[in-house]
Nanobody, 119 residues
């Protein structure tokens, strides 16, 4: 089973940017897609966007369009989430998950990386 690990979180001021990474290990990543989600205390994990691992096409939640970009490095088994124009309400733990097939659920969650946006 693939293991995912996020990195790149930290403390950033409002208006700043961060680039998060999600690296797959254990075997060559071959799932249909890799998705990014985030969770704030007391709320369910929320979908940010995902990228088709084969053709590299990203798609985003409507609420995140224009502020995030997802891309991937196929050779490094790594996907990236670029966060721009960050707001304090973007403070959350950010996770990546694998979607094995197009009609499947995301899973194989990484441990997450904390992003804190200060006002």
């Amino acid at each position: 089973q693939v293991q995912l690990a996020e990195s790149g979180g930290g403390l950033v001021q409002a208006g700043g940017s961060l680039r998060l990474s999600c690296t797959a290990s254990g075997r060559t990543f071959s799932s249909y897609a890799l998705g990014w989600f985030r969770r704030t205390p007391g709320k369910a994990r929320a979908f940010i966007g995902a990228i088709n691992w084969n053709d590299g096409k990203p798609y985003y939640a409507d609420s995140m369009k224009g502020r995030v970009t997802i891309d991937r490095d196929h050779a490094k088994n790594t996907a990236y989430l670029q966060l721009n124009s960050l707001k304090p309400e973007d403070t959350a733990v950010y996770y990546c998950g694998a979607q094995p097939v197009a009609w499947g659920d995301f899973g194989s969650w990484g441990p997450g990386t904390q992003v804190i946006v200060s006002a």
